[in-house]
């Protein structure tokens, strides 16, 4: 959600909204880079061709959600220091694109997971909403921060709002509310969208 809150406030922040106050209460509460913890394991499944049950759905629905919720903690620090202005260090960039590798990686396997397998009945469709919903918020966020940085060097010809805006057809709150509806009525318990 955090992630949808940032590109409203990129977006606004680029066409002359002033949103000074927010973005200040919000970096008082971002972890510090150094403190950054970048986790270890992501969603990860070479199963093909196998019928799944609904535990090990609801245990791998689990893992992505949280896996995801745990890289976008990681690199918040990362985007506050970017939408600031400030350079990021050699040893920082390298940290983020290791985090940017493993939001990939994450969104890349469950994707296959889903497509490749046979998933019990009411879990394709959900299953489904879930990765594009989070893929497109991820790719959101990538597309905002390669913008900001075109707008800091000044570049205005090649910014692409219309890609923004596809994206936005997917990652809004009707779709997270059917994602968590789901998550409800399945007893999916997961650290995303702030349901600790």
């Known amino acids: 959600m955090r992630k949808i809150v940032y590109g409203f406030l990129i977006v ?22 150094a403190d950054v913890k970048i ?21 791998s629905i689990q893992t992505y959600l949280d896996s995801d919720e745990k890289l976008e903690r990681a690199s918040e620090p990362f985007e506050d220091n970017i939408y600031d202005g400030e350079k990021l260090s ?52 990538h597309e905002l921060n390669k913008m900001i940085d075109k707008v800091s060097d000044g570049d205005f010809s090649k910014l692409n709002m219309g890609s923004l805006i596809e994206k936005n057809g997917v990652v809004n709150g009707k779709e997270q509310k059917k994602i968590e509806a789901f998550l409800d009525k399945e007893n999916i318990q997961t650290i995303a969208f702030g349901r600790e």
Do not use: H, W
């Open 12 to 33: 606004c922040a680029l066409s002359g909204c002033s949103q000074k106050e927010y973005i200040d209460d919000a970096e008082d509460d971002a972890p510090l880079i």
């Open 39 to 59: 986790p270890r394991t992501v969603f990860n499944s070479t199963k093909k061709n196998q019928a799944l049950n609904k535990e090990e759905m609801k245990r």
């Open 90 to 141: 050699k040893s920082e960039s390298k940290k983020l694109n290791r985090i940017n590798k493993l939001i990939k990686e994450n969104d890349e396997s469950f994707s296959q997971y889903i497509s490749n397998n046979t998933l019990p009945e009411g879990y394709q469709e959900e299953s489904e909403r879930i990765s594009r919903y989070i893929t497109a918020s991820n790719e959101y966020i």
